[in-house]
T-cell receptor, first 114, second 114 residues
Framework: GENVEQHPSTLSVQEGDSAVIKCTYSDSASNYFPWYKQELGKRPQLIIDIRSNVGEKKDQRIAVTLNKTAKHFSLHITETQPEDSAVYFCAAIEEGGSNYKLTFGKGTLLTVNP | DVKVTQSSRYLVKRTGEKVFLECVQDMDHENMFWYRQDPGLGLRLIYFSYDVKMKEKGDIPEGYSVSREKKERFSLILESASTNQTSMYLC?????????????FGSGTRLTVV
């Protein structure tokens, strides 16, 4: 089955700096990679996703890159703000397959210091 | 516009009690999932269901059972609650159609077993 490794487990940055969270996956059939943000005491929410037919996707201050050959994908947050502080989860799945379970990384606790 | 609703936000139960956690979604999703979330351990899958009356074990099913009698409702049952089942429980749902397998999560139930 799929295995997703996520690093680092904790990340502390100063406000205004960039933050990068990296994930690797094992199953080359995986083709959909969502990222979830979970603020303290709240539900995980989808913030950005990427499919294997593109290498990069941006949405304002967040971007995700995908390297299919190396089987890794990364979340980039620029100009971080205190409200970016949260736990971030990456995930992978083969869309179009019969397994509908996302495989999650273990999460990264991002702290943005004012 | 709440789409995945978990019946209780906080719950305190005694050891040995039978506990029911309810999850209802209004998006006509086929797939429903129960996870538990503990610090440092990420999201661990307990049970999932791809159809009414269908259920499959996840990674940590011991001590739990589930019921899915209607498409919109997925119940998690702790047959005899124990203190090591104190945790945050998250329900999620997703679709099998439309090419988007991403999850929508409920707000979570924080269960304390005393």
């Amino acid at each position: 089955g799929e295995n997703v490794e996520q690093h680092p487990s904790t990340l502390s940055v100063q406000e205004g700096d960039s933050a990068v969270i990296k994930c690797t996956y094992s199953d080359s059939a995986s083709n959909y990679f969502p990222w979830y943000k979970q603020e303290l005491g709240k539900r995980p929410q989808l913030i950005i996703d990427i499919r294997s037919n593109v290498g990069e996707k941006k949405d304002q201050r967040i971007a995700v890159t995908l390297n299919k050959t190396a089987k890794h994908f990364s979340l980039h947050i620029t100009e971080t703000q205190p409200e970016d502080s949260a736990v971030y989860f990456c995930a992978a799945i083969e869309e179009g397959g019969s397994n509908y379970k996302l495989t999650f990384g273990k999460g990264t606790l991002l702290t943005v210091n004012p | 516009d709440v789409k995945v609703t978990q019946s209780s936000r906080y719950l305190v139960k005694r050891t040995g009690e039978k506990v029911f956690l309810e999850c209802v979604q209004d998006m006509d999703h086929e797939n429903m999932f129960w996870y538990r979330q503990d610090p440092g351990l990420g999201l661990r899958l307990i049970y999932f269901s791809y159809d009414v009356k269908m259920k499959e074990k996840g990674d940590i099913p011991e001590g739990y059972s589930v019921s899915r009698e209607k498409k919109e409702r997925f119940s998690l049952i702790l047959e005899s609650a124990s203190t090591n089942q104190t945790s945050m429980y998250l329900c999620a749902s997703s679709s099998q159609t439309g090419g988007n397998y991403g999850y929508t999560f409920g707000s979570g139930t924080r269960l304390t077993v005393v």
